[in-house]
């Protein structure tokens, strides 16, 4: 099973981009990259999902090298409510692993 | 649409007691998954179930942990007794599981919050 690796925190302020890396070296061929938040007392949900390239929605972008042995999580325009824990996955085949995941704090 | 249910939110036992956590996932959702979240760690998969079978139950404690779907929709697990490490946040989640399962997103509940003194 791959697994993720992350950095263990960050900080950002209002209205900046935020980056947040996930290395995955021995990502299979099958797997799908996935992140997910959390917010203190709650369960974690789903935000973006990709397999190569760029992948984009209301909420995030992420971007995947060729090799696939790496992922950015891009944040645009962060605020306050962003501030949480963000989770890089990779799954296939009804296997998932979730790391320590990345603590988000956006300061006014 | 409902989300996953999950109760009750909080419990507060002493070890070597009982206690049973219940999951009611999204209607429709073939897979459900059983998480048990340490204060400060991701969650940790226990028992995964795709309708009233298990899929993997690799990382359950299966000397005090158990877990069931009967009939394919709702789910209830237990710890018994209970120690102190088993102090966490237990999380229900379901998906679809249709074709590609590791493209489907997981749906995850609130959580109960168990405290063992």
Same mark, same amino acid.
């Given at each position: 099973?791959?697994?993720?690796?992350?950095?263990?925190?960050?900080?950002?302020?209002?209205?900046?981009?935020?980056?947040?890396?996930?290395?995955?070296?021995?990502?299979?061929?099958?797997?799908?990259?996935?992140?997910?938040?959390?917010? =203190?007392?709650?369960?974690?949900?789903?935000?973006?999902?990709?397999?190569?390239?760029?992948?984009?929605?209301?909420?995030?972008?992420?971007?995947?090298?060729?090799? $696939?042995?790496?992922?950015?999580?891009?944040?645009?325009?962060?605020?306050?409510?962003?501030?949480a824990v963000y989770y890089c996955l990779v799954a296939?085949?009804?296997?998932?692993?979730?790391?320590?995941?990345?603590?988000?704090?956006?300061?006014? | 649409?409902?989300g996953v249910a999950q109760s009750p939110r909080y419990?507060?036992?002493?070890?070597?007691?009982?206690?049973?956590?219940?999951?009611?996932?999204?209607?429709?959702?073939?897979?459900?998954?059983?998480?048990?979240?340490?204060?400060?760690?991701?969650?940790?998969?226990?028992?995964?179930?795709?309708?009233?079978?298990?899929?993997?139950?690799?990382?359950? =404690?299966?000397?005090?942990?158990?877990?069931? $779907?009967?009939?394919?929709?709702?789910?209830?697990?237990?710890?018994?007794?209970?120690?102190?490490?088993?102090?966490?946040?237990?999380?229900?989640?379901?998906?679809r599981a249709g074709g590609l399962a590791g493209t489907?997103?997981?749906?995850?509940? =609130?959580?109960?919050?168990?405290?063992?003194?």
């Amino acid at each position: 099973l791959a697994k993720t690796t992350q950095p263990i925190s960050m900080d950002s302020y209002e209205g900046q981009e935020v980056n947040i890396t996930c290395s995955h070296n021995n990502i299979a061929t099958n797997d799908y990259i996935t992140w997910y938040q959390q917010f =203190p007392s709650q369960g974690p949900r789903f935000i973006i999902q990709g397999y190569k390239t760029k992948v984009t929605n209301e909420v995030a972008s992420l971007f995947i090298p060729a090799d $696939r042995k790496s992922s950015t999580l891009s944040l645009p325009r962060v605020s306050l409510s962003d501030t949480a824990v963000y989770y890089c996955l990779v799954a296939w085949d009804f296997k998932t692993i979730f790391g320590a995941g990345t603590r988000l704090f956006v300061k006014a | 649409e409902a989300g996953v249910a999950q109760s009750p939110r909080y419990k507060i036992i002493e070890k070597r007691q009982s206690v049973a956590f219940w999951c009611n996932p999204i209607s429709g959702h073939a897979t459900l998954y059983w998480y048990q979240q340490i204060l400060g760690q991701g969650p940790k998969l226990l028992i995964q179930f795709q309708n009233n079978g298990v899929v993997d139950d690799s990382q359950l =404690p299966k000397d005090r942990f158990s877990a069931e $779907r009967l009939k394919g929709v709702d789910s209830t697990l237990k710890i018994q007794p209970a120690k102190l490490e088993d102090s966490a946040v237990y999380l229900c989640a379901s998906n679809r599981a249709g074709g590609l399962a590791g493209t489907d997103t997981q749906y995850f509940g =609130p959580g109960t919050r168990l405290t063992v003194l």
